[in-house]
T-cell receptor, first 116, second 113 residues
Framework: EAGVTQFPSHSVIEKGQTVTLRCDPISGHDNLYWYRRVMGKEIKFLLHFVKESKQDESGMPNNRFLAERTGGTYSTLKVQPAELEDSGVYFC??????????????FGSGTRLTVV | GNSVTQMEGPVTLSEEAFLTINCTYTATGYPSLFWYVQYPGEGLQLLLKATKADDKGSNKGFEATYRKETTSFHLEKGSVQVSDSAVYFCALSDAGGYNKLIFGAGTRLAVHP
């Protein structure tokens, strides 16, 4: 079974530019999550999709971030315009069920975003 | 709010040494507790978990016990190997909503031959 795929693996952009990160979950996983780790600190929850709907977007930092999941398959996370503090590693995860205790997540390898 | 605090790294050990990575948490209710590991160039992997007080999670020689009285979930391994070099993250799932994780800052472990 293919795992969770994220690309690009690395991205370096200038402040003010736009970047789009993509996540392909495991086939059949309705639940898709975005997290990020900024400056070597805690990994923080951004949002949770169930199929194409946003179940919980309480962690989205501001309106420069836009997440979509068209058709309930892959997801994109767009940052526009990027700021220096957006640098970090963005992780995607997917799961079959919503309860983390039972189903667990499968994480992707992450996208390292550097804004200069 | 809920939070997780881990010991700062990096932790540097010689092969076959004993490992402890401390993790304490603040949470309302009865969260579930997890340790995730990130090996170089890979994604986060679930290492072990415990869903109620006094439960012990174990995997690959690692163990952690859910201690409600001390709000701790320390990770231990009796004899580390070079292949254990990675970043280790302690996490909890909110008892009010089991769909997301709250992570600590991570602890980098380097094991030398």
């Amino acid at each position: 079974e293919a795992g969770v795929t994220q690309f690009p693996s690395h991205s370096v952009i200038e402040k003010g530019q736009t970047v789009t990160l993509r996540c392909d979950p495991i086939s059949g996983h309705d639940n898709l999550y975005w997290y990020r780790r900024v400056m070597g600190k805690e990994i923080k929850f951004l949002l949770h999709f169930v199929k194409e709907s946003k179940q919980d977007e309480s962690g989205m930092p501001n309106n420069r971030f836009l997440a979509e999941r068209t058709g309930g398959t892959y997801s994109t996370l767009k940052v526009q315009p990027a700021e220096l503090e957006d640098s970090g590693v963005y992780f995607c995860a997917s799961s079959q069920g919503m309860d983390i205790r039972g189903y667990g997540y499968t994480f992707g390898s992450g996208t390292r975003l550097t804004v200069v | 709010g809920n939070s997780v605090t881990q010991m700062e790294g990096p932790v540097t050990l010689s092969e076959e040494a004993f490992l402890t990575i401390n993790c304490t948490y603040t949470a309302t209710g009865y969260p579930s507790l997890f340790w995730y590991v990130q090996y170089p160039g890979e994604g986060l992997q679930l290492l072990l978990k415990a869903t109620k007080a006094d439960d012990k999670g174990s995997n690959k020689g690692f163990e952690a016990t859910y201690r409600k009285e001390t709000t701790s979930f320390h990770l231990e391994k009796g004899s580390v190997q070079v292949s254990d070099s990675a970043v280790y993250f302690c996490a909890l799932s909110d008892a009010g909503g089991y769909n997301k994780l709250i992570f600590g800052a991570g602890t980098r472990l380097a094991v030398h031959p």
